[in-house]
């Protein structure tokens, strides 16, 4: 198991697998924390300086699995900041779209890869590894295709353009083992009616990290903003 003090703080969360999961290993304790957490915030950091600062702050707040993602020219940068400074952290890399970055990710330290799309060759560059991947997919034609490679957790996305909430309790009436972290258009205002899903393993999301935050460096205003996100996922009294 991962002696990590992030990762011990989610070692009771439970797993609803599929009949023919695909092989455990300790890195797979990064899908037993997004589950645990249930809101992953996604990063898009144009400054590498600022990953730890930010990541802390997501900590500190109550979300300590984050998803910093490539679609910028310091993401891998970032990663590797995130990793090496802020312990706390479960940092994953998302928007990987080739094999090349997925190990380029990892390399960094990355605990989980998150892609937009369904690749072989970043679920295999992923599963050689022993990271878990969610890869991204928005028809019941590359959930089947999901599903032929091994995985069972994926991402819906672009969520409230494919379908939302609507997509996935249709395609849960197909394949109710499938697990969802549906991102792209979720807010506080809709987060609640995916969360209500139970094959939704968590949502994805910047909500919570304001840019005006980020560009002055008001790592009080993320962790309040993370706090606030962390309530959609408790129970009501």
Sequence with gaps: MDTDPAAGRFAGATMNRESTPPTRSPANDAIDAIGEVRIV????????RDAPGLASALVDGGLPVVEITLRTPVGIDAVRRAVAEVPAAIVGAGSVTTAVAAATAIDAGARFIVSPGLDEGVITTARDRGVPMIPGIATATELMRAMILGVDVVKLFPAEVVGGVGMITALSAVWPDVRFMPTGGISPVNAGNYLALRQVLAVGGSWMVPRSAVASGDWAAV???????AELTQEPA
């Design 41 to 48: 915030p996604v990063l898009t950091i144009d400054d590498a």
């Design 223 to 229: 962790t309040a903003a993370a706090t606030a996100a």
